[in-house]
Nanobody
Framework: QVQLVESGGGLVQAGGSLRLSCAASASILSFNGMAWYRQAPGKQRELVAYITTGSNTNYANSVKGRFTISRDNAKNTVYLQMNSLNPEDTAVYYC?????????WGQGTQVTVSS
């Protein structure tokens, strides 16, 4: 069973930065891609960014230019660098990996941005 463990969340002031990490228990090259999702209170979970095995990336419009997803294959880790954070970015952030029809999820890490 694949395990994904997120870290790096916390409390930050508006305008600040955080870097989230997602460590996988398996080689991330075995997945078609990896992604970050987030879920704010009372809202549906939404895709923030994804990166494919070929390192193609895509971002939600709300984070373009502020967030960067990257991967370190040697460490089996995916990162989400978040800059210029604002209170609307407050949410639980989840790591996701997909392989064909299978999806794997981490337990989530809380990001809180104060105004």
């Amino acid at each position: 069973q694949v395990q994904l463990v997120e870290s790096g969340g916390g409390l930050v002031q508006a305008g600040g930065s955080l870097r989230l990490s997602c460590a996988a228990s398996a080689s991330i090259l075995s997945f078609n891609g990896m992604a970050w999702y987030r879920q704010a209170p009372g809202k549906q979970r939404e895709l923030v960014a994804y990166i494919t095995t070929g390192s193609n990336t895509n971002y939600a419009n709300s984070v373009k230019g502020r967030f960067t997803i990257s991967r370190d294959n040697a460490k089996n880790t995916v990162y989400l660098q978040m800059n210029s954070l604002n209170p609307e970015d407050t949410a639980v952030y989840y790591c996701n990996a997909w392989d064909g029809g299978a999806h794997y999820w981490g337990q989530g890490t809380q990001v809180t941005v104060s105004s």
